[in-house]
Nanobody, 125 residues
Framework: HVQLVESGGGSAETGGSLTLSCAVS????????IGWFRQTPGSEREGVAS????????VYADDVKGRFTISLDNAKNTAYLQMNSLKPEDTAMYYC???????????????????WGQGTQVTVS
């Protein structure tokens, strides 16, 4: 079965950097969308960034553009989220997600039919 295992996260100061990793195993599709969502208590889970494994096209939420970079290492089946210039409002639980294949960018950002990682906390102070 498909597993998404996240690592990274933790605490950083305002203006600092953190990197999240998401290792994927068991996915049978070569091309699928993968990325991150984040959630704070009492709020909806919101999209942060996505990338397509079959072509590396990327999409970012407006409030992270220019600060966050999503990338892939296809040899390791791992996606990365480099977060720079962190702000306190970036504090959240971050979840890696991947579509189940034959998905679309719209469905990914709509959180339709996704696999989810376990989540990792990012705290910026």
């Amino acid at each position: 079965h498909v597993q998404l295992v996240e690592s990274g996260g933790g605490s950083a100061e305002t203006g600092g950097s953190l990197t999240l990793s998401c290792a994927v195993s068991g996915h049978t599709y070569r091309g699928y969308f993968i990325g991150w969502f984040r959630q704070t208590p009492g709020s909806e889970r919101e999209g942060v960034a996505s990338i397509y494994t079959g072509g590396s096209s990327t999409v970012y939420a407006d409030d992270v553009k220019g600060r966050f970079t999503i990338s892939l290492d296809n040899a390791k089946n791992t996606a990365y989220l480099q977060m720079n210039s962190l702000k306190p409002e970036d504090t959240a639980m971050y979840y890696c997600a991947a579509d189940k294949g034959r998905g679309s960018l719209y469905k990914f950002w709509d959180k339709t039919d996704l696999y989810w990682g376990q989540g990792t906390q990012v705290t910026v102070s």
